[in-house]
């Protein structure tokens, strides 16, 4: 066996920080802008992706930013505004000279320049359009008509097509005369005369394939057809559960007007998980690094009300075992441990639905299977943490009946957890409401208000 020094340590933990910009080449990069000194700055950055370029501008703060973009004028990539974060590309894109931002936007897909410029106010879409070719501003314009969100609005309109009587070499002979080739592109598009796509041809079977071997012999089992006015959200999972590399899109009737590819849909599927993750949190969906103060504090403002509301009906339900409370204190140190684990096992199962909702693998075929198995995980957690909980009360405080009621109300709150954290975000989903946006309040809720209830009704009975 070969042990050379160039063979790979396949045993070596990986570098969690292997992708991470380096900070010292930051601080060499902002020296370099800080001096004025623009071929030291073009070097620094040449080797760097775009990706991390963005990365670079987004972590810098404004005055530097917008010193650095003077400083590198022309070398602006137009790959770099398509990898920015949405909250600081406006800004950069008012920062760039018209010259400039003209030669990054025809650089770009249409796909992208219709992502570049449909949240920006209309004098920047203006600017942006104006640089375009006539061919491409049209491309990019009839794609802005299409609702937003849309599978028009996500798709590419360069596509390689062919009719489908065509053999392997008219259709290499076609790709090597034609100048107007994407740059990247997986699949040839195969139609009929009336544009109707028929299948897709990878371009590896193509190579691989005799000259006169017909195309449709070539074609792909698994094909699908995208509509034009199909949500983004569909179109990323179509991607992911049939494990497409592209697809053709197509208007309403039939014919072949784009082509969405598996990175678009993809950016689609993590912008979806990332907005389920914040809306949970209750920080808003479009929350970013880069935002001021002032917007992160308006974005979290509504749902902190919504959680002191929230937090005040719990408070009442205690309200009225003031006199348990009063008669036994031991109650006031332990009442929060219940509704605690409550809320722990609530988001839980909370989590888990929601998710399986954004998949789609939580349907109605299998949605009482899974509220019995979070009811059963509920029940056994429960009495697992009620026998730790009631020698805990017992040895605590001496009462062994505390320990008995604190073990019950455990029992019942988790229990409750499982059903809530599950069947929460099935009603509010049927009901029309994001379940990641809404779920969480309500789980919280009813863990807080029947933990309470629980603990102090039954303290209430057997404690006094």
Excluded at 328 to 348: C, D, K, R, W
Aim: net charge negative; glycine share 6%.
């Amino acid at each position: 066996m070969s042990t050379g020094s160039d063979t790979p340590d396949l045993e070596k933990p990986r570098d969690e920080d292997a992708y991470e910009l380096d900070l010292e080449l930051v601080a060499e990069i902002l020296e370099a802008v800080e001096a004025g000194n623009r071929e030291r700055l073009i070097e620094l950055m040449e080797p760097l992706h775009a990706a991390d370029i963005a990365d670079l501008l987004e972590q810098i703060d404004a005055q530097d930013r917008a010193d650095l973009i003077r400083l590198y004028d022309r070398e602006f990539d137009g790959e770099i505004l398509s990898e920015l974060d949405e909250g600081i590309r406006e800004d950069v894109i008012r920062q760039l000279t018209p010259e400039v931002l003209a030669e990054a936007v025809r650089e770009l897909d249409s796909d992208d320049v219709v992502d570049l410029i449909e949240d920006l106010e209309e004098t920047e879409q203006v600017a942006i359009l104006d640089a375009l070719d006539d061919a491409d501003r049209v491309a990019v314009e009839q794609s802005l008509t299409y609702p937003e969100g849309s599978a028009g609005r996500l798709m590419q309109r360069e596509v390689v097509m062919a009719p489908e009587h065509w053999t392997v070499g008219e259709v290499i002979d076609f790709m090597r005369n034609s100048d107007e080739l994407p740059d990247q592109f997986y699949h040839v598009v195969l139609v009929d005369p009336r544009l109707h796509p028929i299948g897709n041809v990878t371009l590896g079977r193509i190579m691989s394939a005799r000259r006169e071997v017909p195309l449709a012999d070539l074609a792909e089992e698994t094909f699908q057809i995208i509509p034009v006015d199909q949500d983004e959200e569909d179109v990323a999972y179509a991607f992911n559960q049939y494990h497409l590399i592209s697809a053709p899109v197509v208007d309403a009737e039939g014919r072949l007007v784009g082509m969405i590819t598996i990175d678009d849909a993809m950016i689609v599927l993590d912008e979806g998980h990332e907005e389920d993750i914040l809306r949970l949190a209750g920080v808003g969906e479009e929350s970013s690094l880069s935002d001021t103060a002032v917007e992160t504090t308006r974005q979290r403002l509504p749902w902190l009300a919504v959680n002191l509301a929230t937090a005040i009906l719990a408070s009442l339900v205690i309200s009225i075992f003031e006199d348990t409370i009063a008669s036994v204190v031991a109650l006031a140190v332990l009442m929060p441990i219940v509704a605690s684990m409550g809320g722990n096992a609530g988001t839980q199962s909370l989590t888990v639905a929601v998710r399986a909702l954004a998949t789609r693998d939580l349907t109605g075929s299998n949605l009482g299977r899974v509220i019995r198995r979070e009811v059963v995980v509920g029940l056994a957690n429960g009495l697992v943490f009620a026998v730790v909980m009631g020698l805990v009360g017992y040895v605590w405080f001496g009462l062994p009946m505390l320990g008995i009621v604190i073990a019950a109300a455990m029992v019942v709150n988790l229990v409750v957890a499982g059903l809530a954290g599950t069947g929460i975000p099935v009603l509010l989903e049927k009901a029309g409401v994001d379940p990641a946006l809404a779920s969480g309040t309500f789980v919280t809720t009813v863990t807080d208000v029947v933990g309470f209830f629980a603990f102090l009704g039954l303290a209430s009975v057997f404690l006094l």
